[in-house]
C-alpha cells in the first residue's frame, strides 16, 4: 500500500473525510496519467467548444444530382441561455409541457433541464454521426458535434 | 453584443443570385420604441410569474447576444441559400 492511500484511510479512520469522499480520492489515485491527461484534455474542449455543428447530407431524389447539404453553426451560448431561459417557465406550464410530451410518446421532464446537463451533453457530445434510411433506398447522414 | 449585421446569400441553377447584407443595428433602433411599449407588459408578467424582472431582462439580453455567430447553409441541387449573423 503506497504513501498516498495510507494517508487517505488515516483521514477516513479520524473522520477528516467521509467514505465517499475517501473512495474519489483513491479513484484518483488509481488513474494512470494517460487517463488523467485525457480526462484534463476532455475538460478542455468542453470549456473550449463554442460552437454546436449540424451536418446533414442526404443523396438526391434522382441520385444524379449532388446532395442536398445542411450545414447548421449554432454559438453554445446560445444554447446555454436557451436552457437558463427554460428556467423561467411557470410551474404549470412546464407540466403542461410534459404532459403533452408524454401523449406523443416522449417522456421528458422540462424541470430537469439545467445548464449542468447541457455541459455533460456537450462533454459527451464529441462526434455522433447518424445514418438515416430514406424511401427508395436513399441514405442522409447527420452529423452533430461540437467545435 | 447583440448581432448587429446579417448577411444573406440565395443562389439558383437559373443564375439567380441575391447577395444581401442587413444592418440589424437599424433593426434594434426602430424596435427601440417598441420595447418601450411593450415592456409594463412584461413587468406585469413578471410580477404575476414571481420572476425578477432584472433577471429576465438580463436573461433576454444574453439570448439576444448569444446568437451572434450562428451560420445556416442550406444547399440543394437546384439552389443555395447561406446566412450568418455578425
Not at chain 2, 436573461?59 to 439552389?79: C, I, K
Request: hydrophobic share 45%; net charge negative; charged share 25%.
Amino acid at each position: 500500500m503506497n504513501e498516498n492511500r495510507m494517508q487517505i484511510l488515516e483521514m477516513l479512520a479520524e473522520g477528516k473525510i467521509t467514505a465517499d469522499e475517501a473512495e474519489r480520492l483513491i479513484a484518483a489515485l488509481e488513474k494512470t496519467p494517460a487517463e488523467a491527461d485525457r480526462e484534463a484534455a476532455g475538460g478542455a474542449r468542453r470549456a473550449d467548444a463554442k460552437y454546436l455543428r449540424v451536418l446533414v447530407e442526404a443523396e438526391s431524389e434522382t441520385g444524379n444530382e449532388a446532395p442536398t447539404k445542411v450545414n447548421i453553426r449554432v454559438p453554445v451560448k446560445l444554447l446555454r441561455a436557451g436552457v437558463r431561459l427554460a428556467g423561467l417557465i411557470p410551474s404549470e406550464a412546464r407540466e403542461h409541457v410534459n404532459r403533452a410530451m408524454h401523449e406523443k410518446g416522449m417522456d421528458f421532464d422540462l424541470s430537469q433541464l439545467k445548464p449542468e446537463n447541457l455541459d455533460e451533453l456537450i462533454d459527451n457530445l464529441q462526434d455522433l454521426s447518424v445514418d438515416v434510411d430514406q424511401k427508395g433506398g436513399k441514405k442522409a447522414t447527420v452529423k452533430v458535434f461540437c467545435e | 453584443m447583440i448581432p448587429l449585421w446579417m448577411s444573406y446569400h440565395m443562389r439558383t441553377t437559373r443564375g439567380t443570385a441575391l447577395k444581401l447584407g442587413l444592418p440589424l443595428f437599424l433593426i434594434w433602433l426602430l424596435l427601440l420604441p417598441l420595447a418601450a411599449v411593450i415592456a409594463p407588459f412584461a413587468l406585469i408578467a413578471c410580477l404575476l410569474t414571481r420572476c425578477n424582472p432584472l433577471f429576465c431582462m438580463g436573461l433576454v439580453w444574453n439570448l439576444l447576444g448569444a446568437v451572434r455567430g450562428t451560420h445556416v447553409e442550406f444547399e440543394a441541387p437546384d439552389s443555395a441559400v447561406t446566412l450568418h449573423l455578425y
